[in-house]
């Protein structure tokens, strides 16, 4: 084990170190037990935002080079900065492996596989195609294994034109590089993985299986910021700051955007003062350039402001407030004076660096700089929007500027907005500035994503993905619309094909609540009389996807109510199109949070289109404040 001994004999974490060796083998095994059998294997690496992905894949990478493997090609987005950022990396830790980037065809053409060989790639289409045709040319790939780990494989990955039966570019290049090997690993890493998931069984992106590393005991995440009650670090901000910041065509800081820059001021003294010299500070307001550059301007001036007035009782008056804040979640925060003098050496000695992050960028883009956009340097306000989303690391972030709205949001991509989560913040004194709103939203996040790690960890088999209303899990344009199934909350669902099987069985089993208002009851009794009740077809009445749903739905709230409803002697016309009575229908909607199963017992007389004997159909109906999402089973990958 060569190469993984090396690898991790330069990590300092020994809990980081026994992750890296059990998700590497349990990874390998998974190749090992579907490669046999396959030519293309796809395996999902699942963590959390900010939680040590990369650690991971190069872990993975090192396994792997012991086992065989010569060439593995890294896909990071088309990020100049995330692709120098990534490729640094692997050089340095991996110093004995062949480490090139997208420029150095020269230095592939040379190169032997004595020892193994890591491309860094962006997903770009000039660029993947250019390395396809150079990997056809060179025919290195001929007899080999190929590993391809795709980072952000949710992000720019996945075919955008499925709904149009056309390949979209990125999608097309990375299937063809797959194809240029005898066998390929493809390594599906992220942490938001609804549109992998989503993927229909015919795709070839749909995982095989899938590995979640946990992170580790000092990761800050999802149920530290976004915990119930509201986490200590939340400070709530105006509802409608954007609209103030951008519509006034003065500079105007409004009252929460000018709290979170004395924090940051406050957090950067702090850091000063205990020796050490790198803070991040995070305003995400947008997804436009121009709103980007609005804030820069408003936090240059405020800043301007502050330094003009460091005598003032005023600027007294913002940093006390800013350390009384502070002080208390973090009691041994260093003495005011002190915070105050340093904050004001910080303001007169220029050393904050305000800029906005964004594609067009290219002061800070400039890829013949190794230095540039290094945030591990200096305390740094960074504004910006979709660049800011994925894959970028913040080090030292604490504190977060957060307004960015959507009417209808996407999970994944607001999930991947959460650059505070992570190892090296100061819990004590982290703060997040959001409207009540967002942090609502973030919480509903929260809480559907601990409930998709524990179904997909538990077995991609009836995975069920749950939202609330209003939420999309993810981008529209990768899911195949016409093989993906729904099921939204609120709706009666009832079978119009029923077998008619069973019915002394389920009579025995509810003919004591016949007729009553309604009954709570336990779930294990709905589930049993939903295998009960089959319909002819799964397009007209898919018994399992509503099971596999009671079983989701109480993991993410094991407190939701199920309720039963039964009624007998329903002489109901076959194909009539509707089940439920007016009195059942609105009784079901009084319980708009709950499960609710009613059950009819029709007398099935032939002259209402039956066969002539009694038959139980059932009518589900789910909480409406919830939707859940899955594929189409059962279709051929041929």
Not at 250 to 257: E, R, S, T, Y
Not at 559 to 574: C, D, Q, Y
């Amino acid at each position: 084990m060569y190469y993984t001994d090396e690898y991790l004999s330069r990590l300092t974490s020994a809990e980081l170190i026994d992750k890296i060796k059990k998700t590497s083998s349990d990874f390998y095994d998974n190749i090992g037990k579907i490669i046999v059998s396959k030519n293309q294997v796809n395996g999902l690496l699942l963590g959390n935002v900010q939680s040590g992905k990369t650690a991971q894949m190069l872990g993975l990478i090192s396994k792997m080079a012991d086992e065989g493997y010569r060439l593995f090609l890294l896909l990071t987005t088309d990020n100049v900065d995330l692709h120098r950022q990534t490729f640094n990396r692997v050089k340095q830790s991996l110093p004995s492996f062949n480490v090139l980037s997208e420029r150095d065809e020269i230095e592939f053409a040379k190169a032997k596989l004595s020892k193994p060989l890591v491309i860094v790639l962006k997903k770009n289409s000039r660029v993947l195609r250019k390395w396809k045709n150079t990997l056809v040319n060179a025919n290195i790939c001929h007899g080999l294994y190929l590993a391809i780990l795709d980072d952000e494989a949710d992000n720019a990955s996945l075919n955008t034109m499925v709904n149009s039966n056309r390949v979209s570019t990125i999608n097309k290049h990375i299937q063809s590089i797959k194809d240029t090997a005898t066998k390929t690993v493809y390594i599906e890493v992220t942490a938001t993985p609804q549109a992998i998931i989503l993927q229909s069984n015919r795709s070839n992106w749909k995982p095989d299986f899938v590995t979640y590393f946990e992170p580790g005991l000092s990761y800050l995440g999802g149920n530290y910021f976004y915990s119930e009650p509201t986490s200590f670090c939340i400070r709530f901000t105006s509802e409608y700051e954007l609209d103030e910041v951008i519509s006034d065509d003065d500079i105007f800081c409004p009252v929460g955007l000018r709290t979170s820059v004395a924090a940051f001021l406050v957090n950067c003294a702090e850091k000063k003062l205990n020796g050490e010299y790198n803070c991040n500070f995070l305003i995400h307001p947008s997804s436009r350039i121009d709103i980007h550059t609005k804030f820069t301007k408003t936090v240059q001036d405020y800043l301007n402001l502050l330094q003009n007035t460091t005598e003032e009782p005023e600027f007294h008056d913002i940093i006390f407030e800013a350390w009384k804040d502070l002080q208390s979640t973090k009691p041994d925060i260093n003495h005011f004076e002190d915070i105050k003098e340093t904050v004001i050496q910080i303001l007169n000695n220029t050393e904050l660096f305000v800029f906005s992050l964004n594609s067009k960028n290219t002061e800070i883009r400039d890829s013949s700089n190794p230095d540039a956009l290094d945030l591990s340097k200096g305390f740094n306000i960074i504004v910006g929007g979709n660049t800011l989303g994925r894959g970028i690391t913040f080090p030292h972030l604490q504190v977060v500027y957060y307004c960015r709205s959507s009417r209808t949001p996407q999970a994944d991509t607001y999930w991947q907005h959460s650059r505070i989560f992570g190892y090296d913040r100061e819990g004590g004194v982290v703060r997040i500035f959001i409207p009540p709103h967002l942090y609502r939203l973030f919480s509903r996040l929260n809480r559907a994503n601990d409930i998709l790690i524990k179904e997909i960890t538990s077995g991609l088999k009836n995975l069920q993905v749950i939202y609330p209303q209003g939420i999309n899990p993810t981008r529209r344009n990768v899911i195949d619309n016409n093989l993906i199934n729904i099921v939204y909350g609120g709706v009666n669902i009832f079978e119009s094909l029923p077998l008619g099987i069973n019915t002394e069985t389920i009579d025995s089993l509810i003919n004591c609540y016949a007729d009553s208002y309604s009954e709570q009851v336990d779930a294990d009794l709905v589930i049993r009389l939903l295998e009960l009740t089959p319909s002819q077809t799964i397009e007209d009445f898919d018994t399992q996807k509503y099971i596999a749903c009671i079983k989701s739905l109480i993991q993410s709230r094991p407190t939701v109510t199920i309720r039963l409803i039964v009624r007998t002697e329903r002489n109901i016309a076959k194909g009539t199109g509707t089940l439920l009575s007016q009195n059942d229908r609105e009784l079901g909607e009084r319980f708009s949070k709950d499960v609710v199963l009613t059950m009819y017992r029709l007398t099935g007389a032939i002259e209402k289109g039956w066969s002539g004997s009694p038959l139980w159909i059932p009518n589900i109906k789910f909480p409406e404040d919830c939707v859940f999402y899955d594929t189409k089973p059962n279709y051929s990958t041929s």
